[in-house]
């Protein structure tokens, strides 16, 4: 990339801060000029340039953007005193600890004309990037259902925040960002396992301004890792693996079983299943990548920092629902007209556009 490069920073060099450093100094049109963390160099990221304790003296080795991944509870400070410092920044997620920290940082770099963005890396998960622009295309017809998996082992790195807000704010933002719908109401169980304050299993029941229905199951007790991202509609399932950034298609099928019993067995409408061959980019480069080209004033898809803080206000609400025991309602949406459905559907039969979807597909069959 031909030019001047951009000036970054970094603070944070924990788990997730050694990853951006990575990336950070692969990264075409930009240089790497100095690292912070108050614990020093754990994973040895710095590879000779600058390691500083404080964001105040990251700051004063002249930034054009910084990537901020430290503990939740400091994104605020550290955030906010980059956008008085008038660089632009990558926030990890969850953007803040609650909505009026998140709101206060969105503030801050809105009011000074400046570049934010959460890192909310699944957006950048080729599998969900192919899911979303097959929604788009209306390959799926209208969506009914949204169901989430995010399981794993505990991750000893985690200390401020629970489970709700470390894990399931991932399935938040995607389910809202794919289905481009927000939050209207959730209804939530939290389990406490670990001996830790906070939460260690969560289960969501959510639905969204366009009535679709959404489920999410999160937590850090299990022994092996699951992402996995299931969206049905009425012309069949798609179902996202953000581990291998697969993306599978299950169709509902066309020609009807005759056979009462093998009917009842496997269902009228089991079609084909279609696993699709997409480019697998990393995702954390393809975020990068994007942050790097708004700073340059080009055209980038961002998770801006209002999307953020819309984020951590469902994961808030998530964690309210489950010390109530009630259903929360995120307001300014008539719940009962959502609840009705849509009084027309399209007047497009449900087969005609699964075959003309179909056959604007490039895919390969399993």
């Known amino acids: 990339m031909a030019g001047v490069p ?42 000779g340039c600058p390691l500083v304790r404080s964001v105040e003296q990251l700051i004063a080795l002249g930034l054009d953007y910084c990537v901020v991944a430290v503990p939740t509870l400091l994104h605020e400070e550290i955030g906010v005193a980059l956008a008085e410092a008038g660089v632009h920044a990558l926030i990890e997620k969850p953007l803040a600890q609650d909505t009026a920290a998140a709101r206060r940082l969105a503030e801050a770099f809105s009011a000074r004309g400046l570049i934010g963005a959460v890192g909310h890396i699944e957006r950048y998960n080729p ?20 169901t989430t998996r995010r399981q794993g082992p505990f991750p000893a790195r985690i200390s401020d925040v629970g489970v709700v807000m470390d894990l399931a704010t991932h399935d938040i933002d995607l389910t809202a960002w794919v289905t481009q719908q927000p939050f209207v109401s959730v209804a939530a169980r939290t389990s406490f396992r670990s001996g830790r304050a906070y939460e260690d299993l969560v289960a969501v029941t959510g639905q969204l301004v366009d009535g679709t229905v959404t489920n999410h199951l999160v ?10 991202a299931i969206l049905t509609g009425e012309l069949g399932t798609f179902v996202a693996d953000t581990l291998t950034a ?12 005759t ?12 079609g084909d299943m279609i696993r699709y061959a997409i480019a697998k980019p990393e995702p954390l480069r393809t975020e990068h990548e994007q942050f790097r080209d708004a700073v340059l004033g080009r055209s980038a898809d961002l998770v801006t920092l209002e999307q953020g803080r819309a984020t951590v206000t469902v994961a808030e609400a998530v ?23 849509p009084s ?17 597909r490039s895919a390969i069959a399993v």
Not at 246 to 257: E, I, K, P, Q
Not at 319 to 331: C, D, F, Q
Request: glycine share 12%; proline share 2%.
């Open 6 to 47: 951009l000036r970054a920073g970094l603070i944070g060099l924990g788990m997730m801060g050694r990853h951006h450093a990575r990336v950070l100094t692969a990264l075409d049109g930009v240089e790497l000029v100095g690292v912070a963390d108050v614990d020093g160099d754990p994973h040895g990221v710095a590879r």
């Open 246 to 257: 697969d993306l599978t298609f299950y169709a509902n099928g066309s020609v009807r079983v």
């Open 219 to 228: 937590n850090w007790l299990s022994p092996m890792k699951e992402r996995i």
């Open 319 to 341: 964690i309210e629902s489950a010390s109530s025991g009630r259903t929360v309602e995120l307001g300014g949406v008539d719940l009962a007209a959502v609840r009705r459905g």
């Open 344 to 360: 027309e559907q399209s007047s497009a039969r449900p087969a005609e556009r699964r075959r003309d979807a179909m056959q604007e």
């Open 259 to 270: 056979r009462s019993d093998l009917a009842q067995f496997r269902g009228v409408s089991e």
């Open 127 to 146: 599998a969900l990037r192919s899911a979303r622009a097959r929604l788009e295309a209306g390959e799926l017809g209208r969506v009914y259902q949204v």
